[in-house]
């Protein structure tokens, strides 16, 4: 370790595989170091050393049995010298006393005596580059049949995997894939059941009906669980175990990773609530409890209840699942609320899963508090959701994304950074056309090293809600199958991928550190930069956040942050448009249409000036 | 505990004795307050609430057997009532459901169930008020004679007393007074000696000198131990055991507490020396090692090894010399040079006197890096010494006591503000003339609720270095004795005895904390105010810090940190001058002429306008 200043030391190490280091800090007095420094000082002042001579040969003493047979030599002719008789000259006592060999030695094999340990003990957890750098597309595999009108399939899904591929996602996203309860099921647009509540529904074999759910609405994918089978089983209209294995592999053969949705709670008709009712809270009328926020009740879904007696018989049963994926080829799981279960298991369960698996990713789907939202981040959760679907202006932005990359939250929190998702059609998109669409994908494909979509919602600017205020979408996919013409006009296909080529090609957006907002005198428009450590590659993002107007406005560029002097030129390489334009100084002019793109993607090459040699870019 | 903002709460308990106090937070679910909440919203809601009540019956039946007999009546009637059959009405029903009453019975009563402790447990440790607040006074006793030439008495000191108690003085404090080594002792400004070093060196019987120190050279009262005895000893010119206590209960009577130096280190004649030679560091010679500074040397001191194989034995030495102190009377100690002794005697040794004497108070001398200073206090230091005599300048002394009133610092770490020491002269105050002694005082008494001169030297200004660039005395203390003309012209009496009696009469100068900065467009004035918790005593200080010339400028006071609006007026009264000022707004005209008193101390009073009333100050 090197000292900085202040009493501040710093000493790396380097990782060299996946999973948990342990590691602290061990400090004693350097005794021989210390004599060492003394010695020079006195020296230089002129004094007599013969007795400090004596006190170094005895510290090297000390050394000797610790580097032991054929490591000794040079400590005990060092030995000999410094005790030696004064025939040898003190030049010669000095060289040896200060020699880099004796001092290597040393550090080696110098007794340590009252050292004293940090404790506690730390960690460093090193995740798979997946866990740092990724783009998500979210998809229900039920609305991928090419046929309107018929349930999709794990075969159909496998059609649209090059597709997918193509446009540049890494990671295919599914909600969940299990058989759907039938009791209080939830029709189109979350049409509630108006059955007097209890006793528990059953669905007759006529098939009667007894909420206003039609007949054939599918329900909702996290209403898990029906006589068919719950959390390891598939439901049948999507295929078989098999199809699910196959689709996981052929995704893999062409660079896309499966994420599941893991969402611990059951539909009445569960096998658990059957086989383990204690595992469920009962209400003093011997009903289980349901969901309910009140005054809003989830009577199609029944929560676990992590603090029952038999605890740790459910806690072991929640973790087989993982595995129960796990061997069926799954790596990443989204984590469907986790912030309303105990922490206590979600720290168990992670580090039990990543002590066999390192190379797991859980993304932490938990829109709550900030701290709750970190706090699930240290117990395990490789990456979380957060608050960028509401996080509009320019001051917000900044202030937020400043927050997750240069205070210390950044050391174990790390965003994914989500436009939409089935649950979130935010405000801004319901009222932005297609330019707020770009500009949501701009931000979060650039300011987020993870980002994803909710697709195709996404791609064809689906922005109707279900009311005024909403921030559900209107006929959501998750009350209904949906049929998707992916090719619409006005699709976001082709931009999306060449953002994710941006992507790809510079390492500088596949991290969130060194993330740098730079001044503009506009606030309808936002500039930042990301870099990579080396500093070869950087990557200057500016967006109109406006959806409506052409903005314009001067930039004020922190050039020092990228090395560059006051009055250096440099070169902007429009990433998105393959433009070309030099820049001299910090304060620049930009303009954006957002009609046409509300935002450009600029590679900064620095014009570097060599003595005998003509100008060029690096 | 109440809840702030953001996940942090905020909870609060008295302390009523001196001592540790350790405390710590137990977190649970409040499944009752849960309840309650969810049942209110649900009644509103028009929600069936009859399963909802005897889920608040069952959750109240869980408390009876803890409040037990006589103190579960209401709780028993509540299950009845909320279990009751429906002829109860659903009014009489939810009024007992949210009684307050029941409320209160179940906070105290109902069982709590997985409880998490916060650990490491906290501790919170009450010192007396002058850990706090006290002026402290610094004298030889033996320059205290009457008579020049003569050796001081501690009979001297107490004719003394008086004297200083009047000045405004809480603490006297003594440099040490045990017998002091003969063996290279040092003369007159630290003559050296110049003795051929080893071996260790003797004074023969005829008195023959070994060093240029005259015969009569008292030495340093820091080259501690004699044939006479060591830190349990009182040099015999200074008095006997019996005179020291009398000097303290008399100092004591006129509200004067007496502070001794504690400096854990011998002169070569010191009895350890002989009786516990295992307690020094020996060279390979045999000698044993003499402190040093390479190349500097300190023969007439031998630092004690706190490592020796026998620490135990000496550790438990040198806290009986604290306790030998605290039986004479001694509550205060000032300890030398603290961080180059052990950190952990230090916790051990102070915890264990504090244990016993909550009421002790220890001064740390350390000057040395920040966070060693920081992390003696954390060990238990009650105040320490810092680098108030090196800010001179408006934005060092800004940047350097923001730091120690706002930063974390100060929840364990009291300043205690010397402009001078018997070891510092600072360049400011030798080349200022008077005035710098007064703006310097003024810094100290004001910046400081703790804060101490050494005297005589302060007050009668002596700024003679003894070589140009060092911050020693001109014929020092520490080497000789000095007599002192106290009432010479231009001492500084009236103006200390002043500013103490303000201190006193102003409760907001009797703290650190609450401590503001204001901004001046001068960067030779200083503005900052302090003020009680309760704002009811506000002090503004404005200090001239070039002591050569008149400055002027203008003052931006921070109106609302004390409670006024822009447009405001408000009284100030100068506290050394008894002048009145009005002032209105923020922004005020200062002059500060270093000839008469370079600095202002205003008590502010606000002006209050009340209905139907005539204007007032308060």
């Not at 500088?508 to 730079?518: G, I, P």
Request: proline share 8%; aromatic share 12%.
């Amino acid at each position: 370790m090197q000292p900085v200043v202040n009493d501040r030391w710093r000493g790396s190490f380097s990782v060299e595989a996946l999973g948990s280091y342990h590691y602290t800090i061990e400090a004693w007095v350097d005794h021989f170091r210390t004599w060492r420094h003394d010695l020079e000082k006195k020296f230089k002042a002129g004094q007599d050393l013969s007795v400090e001579l004596l006190a170094g040969a005895e510290l090297i003493g000390q050394a000797i049995p610790q580097a032991g047979h054929g490591r000794d030599a040079d400590l005990q002719t060092a030995v000999r010298m410094l005790s030696g008789k004064s025939q040898i000259p003190i030049s010669a006592k000095m060289s040896v006393a200060l020699s880099p060999t004796i001092a290597e030695l040393m550090e080696r094999f110098a007794p340590r005596r009252q050292t004293t340990t940090y404790t506690p003990e730390l960690r460093v957890t090193v995740d798979p580059p997946l866990a740092r750098f990724g783009a998500w597309y979210e998809m229900f595999p039920r609305s991928c049949a090419l046929e309107p009108g018929k349930h999709g399939t794990f075969k159909d899904c496998e059609a649209l995997l090059p597709r997918i591929a193509d446009m540049g996602f890494d990671i295919l996203y599914l909600p969940p894939v299990h058989p759907i309860g039938q009791a209080h099921r939830k029709g189109k647009n979350n049409t509630p059941s108006i059955l007097p509540s209890p006793p528990r529904p059953s669905l007759s074999p006529e098939g009667e009906r007894e909420s206003p759910a039609a007949a054939d609405d599918p329900g909702s994918p996290w209403a898990i669980g029906s006589s068919e089978g719950g959390h390891k089983s598939i439901y049948r209209e999507l295929g078989t175990l098999e199809d699910f294995r196959s689709l996981v592999e052929s995704a893999r053969k062409i660079g896309l990773e499966t994420a599941l949705d893991i969402a611990f709670q059951c539909s009445p008709d569960h096998p658990y609530v059957r086989e383990h009712p204690e595992w469920f809270r009962k209400r003093p009328d011997g009903s289980i409890q349901y969901a309910e926020n009140p005054p809003k009740k989830y009577q199609d879904i029944y929560p676990l209840n992590f603090e029952t007696e038999d605890w740790a018989a459910l806690w072991t049963e929640l973790k087989s699942i993982f595995e129960f994926w796990i061997e069926h080829g799954v790596k990443i799981f989204r984590v469907d609320n986790p912030h309303t279960k105990s922490f206590l298991f979600w720290e168990w369960c992670i580090s039990e899963l990543k002590e066999k698996h390192p190379e797991l990713i859980f993304l932490s789907e938990a829109f709550t508090r900030p701290k709750v939202m970190y706090r699930l981040a240290k117990l395990g959760f490789t990456q979380s959701y957060n608050y960028f679907p509401w996080r509009n202006a320019k001051w917000e932005l900044t202030q937020y994304f400043t927050e997750l990359a240069q205070s210390g939250v950044r050391e174990y929190f790390r965003p994914n950074l989500w436009p939409n998702t089935p649950d979130i059609l935010p405000q801004y998109l319901q009222f932005g056309g297609r330019p707020a669409f770009i500009v949501r994908l701009m931000l979060a494909a650039t300011l987020g090293a993870s980002y994803g979509i909710y697709g195709p919602a996404f791609e064809l600017c689906e922005h109707v809600a279900r009311e005024p205020g909403s921030e559900e979408y209107l006929n959501s996919e998750k009350y209904e199958i949906r049929h998707w013409n992916r090719d619409a006009p006005g699709n976001l296909n082709d931009l999306i991928k060449r953002v994710n080529r941006i992507r790809r090609d510079n390492p500088a957006l596949q991290s969130d550190e060194r993330l740098q907002f730079h001044e503009t005198d506009n606030e309808n428009l936002i500039a930042y930069s990301k870099q990579t450590a080396a500093a070869n590659n950087i990557v200057l993002v500016v967006v109109n956040l406006d959806p409506h107007h052409v903005q314009r406005g001067w930039v004020r560029l922190d050039l020092e942050s990228w090395g560059l002097k006051p009055t250096d030129t440099y070169q902007l390489h429009e990433l998105l448009t393959e433009a070309r334009y030099f820049w001299s100084g910090a304060r620049n002019y930009v303009e954006l249409n957002p009609q046409f793109v509300p935002a450009h993607i600029f590679a900064i090459r620095r014009h570097v000036r060599r003595e005998h040699d003509f100008d060029y870019f690096m």
